[in-house]
Protein backbone atom coordinates (compact mmCIF):
# COMPACT_ATOMS: atom_id res chain seq x y z
CA UNK A 1 0.00 0.00 0.00
CA UNK A 2 1.34 3.32 -0.78
CA UNK A 3 1.64 6.08 1.21
CA UNK A 4 -1.57 8.05 0.24
CA UNK A 5 -3.44 5.00 0.23
CA UNK A 6 -2.05 4.23 3.89
CA UNK A 7 -2.94 7.59 5.45
CA UNK A 8 -6.32 7.56 3.65
CA UNK A 9 -7.73 4.04 5.25
CA UNK A 10 -5.62 5.27 8.60
CA UNK A 11 -8.59 8.65 8.67
CA UNK A 12 -11.22 6.62 7.11
CA UNK A 13 -10.84 3.90 10.07
CA UNK A 14 -10.47 6.81 12.66
CA UNK A 15 -13.28 8.68 11.84
CA UNK A 16 -15.15 5.57 11.62
CA UNK A 17 -14.00 5.31 15.08
CA UNK A 18 -15.32 8.56 16.32
CA UNK A 19 -18.73 7.94 14.87
CA UNK A 20 -19.32 4.59 16.68
CA UNK A 21 -18.06 6.16 19.69
CA UNK A 22 -20.58 9.67 19.30
CA UNK A 23 -23.24 7.15 18.38
CA UNK A 24 -22.48 5.35 21.31
CA UNK A 25 -22.72 8.52 23.34
CA UNK A 26 -26.47 9.53 21.97
CA UNK A 27 -24.34 12.51 20.35
CA UNK A 28 -24.04 13.01 16.42
CA UNK A 29 -20.93 12.08 15.25
CA UNK A 30 -20.98 15.61 13.47
CA UNK A 31 -20.51 17.40 17.16
CA UNK A 32 -17.00 15.75 16.96
CA UNK A 33 -14.44 17.65 15.00
CA UNK A 34 -10.84 15.68 14.61
CA UNK A 35 -7.50 17.75 14.77
CA UNK A 36 -4.87 15.86 13.10
CA UNK A 37 -1.94 16.71 15.29
CA UNK A 38 0.95 17.35 12.67
CA UNK A 39 3.69 18.54 14.91
CA UNK A 40 6.71 17.06 13.43
CA UNK A 41 5.43 14.58 11.19
CA UNK A 42 7.15 14.15 7.93
CA UNK A 43 5.88 16.71 5.01
CA UNK A 44 5.02 13.88 2.67
CA UNK A 45 2.86 12.21 5.74
CA UNK A 46 0.90 16.18 5.71
CA UNK A 47 0.78 16.51 2.59
CA UNK A 48 -0.77 12.79 2.08
CA UNK A 49 -3.75 13.95 4.80
CA UNK A 50 -4.08 17.00 3.26
CA UNK A 51 -5.31 14.77 -0.49
CA UNK A 52 -7.77 13.11 1.80
CA UNK A 53 -9.44 16.30 2.28
CA UNK A 54 -8.60 17.16 5.51
CA UNK A 55 -8.23 20.41 6.47
CA UNK A 56 -7.88 20.66 10.94
CA UNK A 57 -4.85 20.53 11.81
CA UNK A 58 -2.94 20.73 15.22
CA UNK A 59 0.87 22.18 15.71
CA UNK A 60 2.71 22.96 18.86
CA UNK A 61 4.93 25.75 18.41
CA UNK A 62 4.96 28.55 16.42
CA UNK A 63 7.91 28.43 14.04
CA UNK A 64 7.13 24.90 12.89
CA UNK A 65 4.05 26.11 11.86
CA UNK A 66 4.95 29.13 10.22
CA UNK A 67 7.43 27.22 8.28
CA UNK A 68 5.20 24.58 7.68
CA UNK A 69 2.14 25.94 6.76
CA UNK A 70 2.45 29.42 4.92
CA UNK A 71 3.49 27.79 1.70
CA UNK A 72 0.52 25.30 1.83
CA UNK A 73 -2.22 27.96 2.46
CA UNK A 74 -1.96 29.26 -0.71
CA UNK A 75 -3.25 26.55 -2.11
CA UNK A 76 -5.70 25.53 0.64
CA UNK A 77 -7.69 28.66 1.57
CA UNK A 78 -10.13 26.25 4.11
CA UNK A 79 -7.27 24.89 6.04
CA UNK A 80 -7.78 25.63 10.09
CA UNK A 81 -5.06 25.53 12.08
CA UNK A 82 -4.90 25.34 15.48
CA UNK A 83 -2.57 25.95 18.13
CA UNK A 84 -2.04 23.28 20.80
CA UNK A 85 1.27 23.51 22.44
CA UNK A 86 2.33 25.87 25.30
CA UNK A 87 2.53 29.62 24.11
CA UNK A 88 5.53 32.30 25.36
CA UNK A 89 4.13 35.95 25.46
CA UNK A 90 6.64 36.83 23.27
CA UNK A 91 5.59 34.79 20.39
CA UNK A 92 1.90 35.96 20.75
CA UNK A 93 1.73 38.29 18.14
CA UNK A 94 2.57 35.89 15.48
CA UNK A 95 0.72 33.79 16.77
CA UNK A 96 -2.38 35.93 16.86
CA UNK A 97 -1.29 36.56 12.85
CA UNK A 98 -1.44 33.11 12.15
CA UNK A 99 -3.05 30.27 13.84
CA UNK A 100 -7.26 29.87 13.87
CA UNK A 101 -7.37 28.80 17.50
CA UNK A 102 -5.15 28.81 19.72
CA UNK A 103 -5.89 26.35 22.31
CA UNK A 104 -3.68 26.90 25.29
CA UNK A 105 -4.60 30.12 27.10
CA UNK A 106 -2.69 29.41 30.84
CA UNK A 107 -1.51 32.64 32.27
CA UNK A 108 -2.76 36.31 33.12
CA UNK A 109 0.66 37.09 31.11
CA UNK A 110 -0.51 35.50 28.23
CA UNK A 111 -3.81 36.69 27.62
CA UNK A 112 -2.56 40.12 28.30
CA UNK A 113 -0.25 39.71 25.38
CA UNK A 114 -2.92 37.82 23.11
CA UNK A 115 -5.04 40.69 23.73
CA UNK A 116 -2.50 43.50 23.01
CA UNK A 117 -1.65 41.70 19.71
CA UNK A 118 -5.61 41.20 18.88
CA UNK A 119 -6.06 44.74 19.19
CA UNK A 120 -2.93 45.55 17.30
CA UNK A 121 -4.15 43.56 14.13
CA UNK A 122 -7.24 44.04 13.96
CA UNK A 123 -8.14 39.90 14.45
CA UNK A 124 -8.14 37.61 17.49
CA UNK A 125 -8.19 33.72 17.08
CA UNK A 126 -10.83 31.47 18.62
CA UNK A 127 -9.33 30.69 22.32
CA UNK A 128 -9.39 27.91 25.06
CA UNK A 129 -8.34 27.56 28.30
CA UNK A 130 -6.20 25.28 28.76
CA UNK A 131 -6.94 23.43 32.66
CA UNK A 132 -4.56 21.33 34.78
CA UNK A 133 -6.61 18.69 35.76
CA UNK A 134 -4.32 16.78 36.64
CA UNK A 135 -2.35 19.88 38.77
CA UNK A 136 0.90 18.68 37.66
CA UNK A 137 3.44 21.22 38.15
CA UNK A 138 5.56 20.36 35.15
CA UNK A 139 2.27 20.70 33.18
CA UNK A 140 0.83 23.96 31.30
CA UNK A 141 -2.59 25.18 32.71
CA UNK A 142 -4.75 26.95 34.97
CA UNK A 143 -5.44 24.82 38.12
CA UNK A 144 -8.78 23.47 37.93
CA UNK A 145 -10.22 25.61 41.12
CA UNK A 146 -8.57 29.12 39.90
CA UNK A 147 -10.60 28.17 36.05
CA UNK A 148 -13.56 30.12 36.43
CA UNK A 149 -12.05 33.46 37.99
CA UNK A 150 -9.46 33.19 34.85
CA UNK A 151 -11.97 32.34 32.53
CA UNK A 152 -14.13 35.52 33.50
CA UNK A 153 -10.79 37.55 33.11
CA UNK A 154 -9.70 35.94 29.70
CA UNK A 155 -13.62 37.29 28.51
CA UNK A 156 -14.43 40.71 30.77
CA UNK A 157 -10.77 42.14 31.57
CA UNK A 158 -8.91 40.55 28.14
CA UNK A 159 -11.95 40.86 25.75
CA UNK A 160 -10.74 37.39 24.59
CA UNK A 161 -13.15 35.36 22.66
CA UNK A 162 -13.09 32.24 24.95
CA UNK A 163 -14.92 29.07 23.16
CA UNK A 164 -14.33 26.53 25.34
CA UNK A 165 -11.58 24.19 27.19
CA UNK A 166 -8.50 22.17 26.94
CA UNK A 167 -6.75 19.37 29.17
CA UNK A 168 -4.14 16.73 29.23
CA UNK A 169 -4.73 13.85 32.05
CA UNK A 170 -1.93 13.21 33.73
CA UNK A 171 -0.13 9.60 31.99
CA UNK A 172 -0.87 7.58 34.76
CA UNK A 173 -4.69 8.12 35.79
CA UNK A 174 -7.82 7.31 34.41
CA UNK A 175 -8.19 9.69 32.30
CA UNK A 176 -12.36 10.06 32.66
CA UNK A 177 -12.43 11.57 35.57
CA UNK A 178 -10.52 14.28 34.29
CA UNK A 179 -12.65 14.71 31.33
CA UNK A 180 -15.64 14.54 33.75
CA UNK A 181 -13.88 17.38 35.55
CA UNK A 182 -13.57 19.67 32.43
CA UNK A 183 -16.71 19.57 31.23
CA UNK A 184 -18.23 20.85 34.67
CA UNK A 185 -15.98 23.34 34.16
CA UNK A 186 -16.77 24.15 30.51
CA UNK A 187 -20.35 23.90 31.73
CA UNK A 188 -20.31 26.15 34.52
CA UNK A 189 -19.22 28.81 32.37
CA UNK A 190 -21.04 28.66 29.03
CA UNK A 191 -18.69 27.19 27.13
CA UNK A 192 -19.43 24.92 24.03
CA UNK A 193 -16.13 23.34 23.25
CA UNK A 194 -14.23 20.76 24.94
CA UNK A 195 -10.76 19.71 23.40
CA UNK A 196 -9.69 16.54 25.35
CA UNK A 197 -9.03 12.86 24.13
CA UNK A 198 -5.57 11.64 21.80
CA UNK A 199 -4.76 8.91 20.31
CA UNK A 200 -4.87 6.34 23.54
CA UNK A 201 -8.04 7.63 25.11
CA UNK A 202 -10.48 9.66 22.49
CA UNK A 203 -12.71 7.27 22.39
CA UNK A 204 -13.46 8.06 26.51
CA UNK A 205 -12.85 11.61 25.80
CA UNK A 206 -16.18 11.38 23.70
CA UNK A 207 -18.12 9.58 26.37
CA UNK A 208 -17.40 12.68 27.85
CA UNK A 209 -18.54 15.67 25.95
CA UNK A 210 -15.06 16.25 23.56
CA UNK A 211 -16.28 18.58 20.33
CA UNK A 212 -12.55 18.19 19.46
CA UNK A 213 -10.02 14.97 19.30
CA UNK A 214 -6.31 15.47 19.11
CA UNK A 215 -4.93 12.32 17.46
CA UNK A 216 -1.11 12.58 16.01
CA UNK A 217 0.62 9.03 15.92
CA UNK A 218 -2.93 7.07 15.67
CA UNK A 219 -3.48 8.85 12.33
CA UNK A 220 0.05 9.70 10.98
CA UNK A 221 2.45 7.08 12.33
CA UNK A 222 4.72 7.59 15.20
CA UNK A 223 6.80 10.19 14.56
CA UNK A 224 10.20 9.96 13.61
Not at 131 to 140: I, M
Amino acid sequence: MDLSSEIAATRAALLARIAEAARAAGRDPASVALVAVSKQQPDDRVDAMLATGHRVFGENRVQEALARWTPRRAAHADLKLRLIGPLQSNKAAEAVGFFDAIDSLDRPKLAAALAEAAQKAGRCPDVLVQVNTGEEPQKAGIAPGEADAFIAAARNEYGLPVKGLMCIPPLTEEPAMHFALLARIAARNGLSQLSMGMSDDFETAIRFGATMVRVGSALFGARG
